[in-house]
């Protein structure tokens, strides 16, 4: 597939998706959400991938929605769902593990997507921020419903209320990003992440992930009940024979993804 907004890589078992309008720092369109979109699903439908890393450049991951392509939107041209926001679910129904790996800014609808992946790693330059105040409007993918859970409502409100950005180590202090690490390792710090991802069964992994997304959508008795069906699950799955046996070996498992 071509692709003129997003660059795809495939390395092993991982799927790498790098957000490419470096002029413009990465501003999301509706043709690069659309691209993303793309790639994602087919990333997710492919059996050989067993994990995917979505990043951007050393300057930035993104800056946020394309202002100058939303400035003269209507609210019909939005609300019914034609412009910015048609495209910006597809990342929520990817039920392999995404990883963001954030260099330099993530802004406005940049920090929203990266909160839709399932964790953020951090280069020491990453610089987080919700500032669509400044222009007038208010996050619209998730920014400020996944921003409150992840680093509390008093930092939410502090970074929308303010536009003020936060950096790397503010970020891990907050619990936003699972790790910070030094811009010229990011890259070979999330293909490590991810490629031991991909090594594990990939059932597991995808139940994993929703388990644990379903802690957000429910009470914990609710969740904990959730969790144990998935874990009665992984028992009939060959991996799970495959997995304690090699333990019990001790030798290195062989996952079939079965
Ligand atoms: C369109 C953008 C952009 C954006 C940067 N650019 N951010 N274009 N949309 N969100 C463009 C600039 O216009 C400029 O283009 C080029 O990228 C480089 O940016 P500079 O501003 O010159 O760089 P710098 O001085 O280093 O400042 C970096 C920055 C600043 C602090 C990140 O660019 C900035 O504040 N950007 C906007 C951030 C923002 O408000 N994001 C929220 C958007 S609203 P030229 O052609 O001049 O070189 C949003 C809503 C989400 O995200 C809703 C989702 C549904």
């Known amino acids: 597939m071509q692709y003129e907004n997003i660059l795809v890589e495939t390395h092993?078992?991982?799927?790498?998706?790098?957000?490419?309008?470096?002029?413009?720092?990465?501003?999301?369109?509706?043709?690069?959400?659309?691209?993303?979109?793309?790639?994602?699903?087919?990333?997710?439908?492919?059996?050989?991938?067993?994990?995917?890393?979505?990043t951007g450049n050393e300057k930035?991951?993104?800056?946020?929605?394309?202002?100058?392509?939303?400035?003269?939107?209507?609210?019909m041209d939005v609300f019914k769902g034609e412009y910015i926001t048609r495209n910006w679910e597809h990342l929520r129904r990817v039920r392999k593990p995404v990883i963001a790996a954030v260099a330099g800014y993530a802004l406005g609808g940049g920090c929203e997507l990266a909160m839709m992946c399932d964790f953020i790693i951090a280069a020491d330059n990453a610089k987080f921020g919700q500032p669509e105040i400044k222009l007038g409007t208010m996050p619209g993918a998730g920014g400020t419903?996944?921003?409150?859970?992840?680093?509390?409502?008093?930092?939410?409100?502090?970074?929308?209320?303010?536009?003020?950005?936060?950096?790397?180590?503010?970020?891990?202090?907050?619990?936003?990003?699972?790790?910070?690490?030094?811009?010229?390792?990011?890259?070979?710090?999330?293909?490590?992440?991810?490629?031991?991802?991909?090594?594990?069964?990939?059932?597991?992994?995808?139940?994993?992930?929703?388990?644990?997304?379903?802690?957000?959508?429910?009470?914990?008795?609710?969740?904990?009940?959730?969790?144990?069906?998935?874990?009665?699950?992984?028992f009939a799955t060959e991996d799970q024979k495959e997995g304690m046996k090699a333990f019990l070996e001790k030798r290195l498992p062989s996952f079939r993804n079965l």
Not at 21 to 46: S, V
Not at 168 to 192: Q, T, Y
């Open 12 to 54: 092993g078992r991982v799927g790498l998706v790098r957000l490419n309008r470096p002029k413009a720092l990465n501003a999301l369109n509706d043709q690069l959400m659309d691209e993303l979109g793309a790639a994602l699903r087919l990333f997710d439908q492919d059996e050989a991938i067993g994990c995917i890393v979505l």
């Open 145 to 234: 419903q996944r921003l409150p859970r992840a680093v509390s409502k008093a930092k939410a409100m502090d970074l929308c209320l303010t536009a003020r950005m936060m950096d790397a180590v503010e970020a891990e202090r907050s619990g936003l990003v699972s790790r910070v690490v030094p811009a010229e390792k990011l890259m070979d710090e999330a293909m490590n992440a991810a490629n031991t991802i991909a090594s594990m069964s990939l059932p597991t992994v995808m139940m994993i992930k929703e388990s644990i997304n379903r802690a957000y959508e429910t009470t914990l008795s609710e969740g904990v009940q959730y969790e144990r069906r998935l874990f009665h699950g992984t």
């Open 60 to 75: 930035a991951f993104a800056a946020g929605a394309d202002i100058g392509a939303m400035a003269n939107y209507s609210y």
